[in-house]
């Protein structure tokens, strides 16, 4: 996360010299809307053999708080880049015997755009996202993540499920993308609307006992959301 920082610095400063538009500084903003989560599964046994394969959709708020900065180059294309906190209410049913929700993220993007007519703002986002997840398995049988937690036994203290990055708390990194528009209503104040998508890494185990002992599990959650926000610029 730090050299990502350096590089947004790296490319954000050069164009903070001399300052044009409404949109060029630092700033800092919140914004709130309408979150989906979205779980595809698929179940492989012990050859192999795909055994099920569904997806379930849940929609929730979502909301954050962010702080970036950039600026206009020759007043028209637009570079920048920002750090966010999220809250999300989503959950998801892979199967009728699971449950993964996901209740934060944190992510670093750049914003790469263009100005138009001198207060509007409209843009592009790619970035990373660490998504920190609730995981519910009822199947009753026993399980062992091969990834998005910690690499322990159950009875570890150092593996608390209680903790972020156990078994029933799955950390999980990410891709995101999206496009957003931004208007300036004052040259400090500015209002914006953005739809975004994250595609998480899956959470991957394996079956360690009963009818589905060494039967492979994957899950592959990604986010749709739309937001609206105010921005301030300094």
Request: charge should be negative; proline fraction near 3%.
């Amino acid at each position: 996360m730090k050299s990502i920082l350096l590089c947004l610095s790296m490319m954000i400063l050069p164009t903070l010299a001399a300052a044009a538009t409404p949109f060029d500084g630092f700033y800092v903003g919140g914004q709130a809307g309408l979150g989906a989560l979205h779980t595809y599964m698929e179940l492989e046994d012990a050859d192999n053999d795909e055994q099920d394969d569904q997806g379930d959709w849940g929609l929730g708020p979502t909301g954050g708080i962010f702080f970036g900065g950039g600026g206009a180059i020759k007043d028209a294309f637009y570079l920048g880049g920002e750090i966010d906190a999220a809250y999300h209410g989503l959950s998801a049913d892979p199967t009728s015997e699971e449950t993964l929700d996901l209740n934060w993220s944190f992510g670093a993007r750049i914003r790469i755009g263009g100005v138009i007519a001198d207060n509007h703002l409209l843009y592009t986002m790619l970035g990373l996202r660490v998504g920190l997840f609730e995981y519910d398995n009822r199947t009753g049988y026993d399980y062992e993540f091969e990834n998005g937690c910690c690499d322990c036994d159950q009875d570890d203290d150092d593996c608390d499920d209680d903790n972020w990055g156990s078994e029933e708390k799955p950390v999980l990194g990410g891709a995101s993308v999206g496009l957003g528009y931004e208007y300036a209503i004052t040259d400090h104040l500015g209002m914006r609307t953005e739809v975004g998508y994250t595609l998480y890494a899956p959470l991957e185990y394996e079956y360690i006992s009963g009818a589905r002992q060494y039967w492979d599990e994957s899950i592959y959650p990604s986010v749709l959301d739309a937001t609206l926000g105010l921005v301030w610029h300094f």
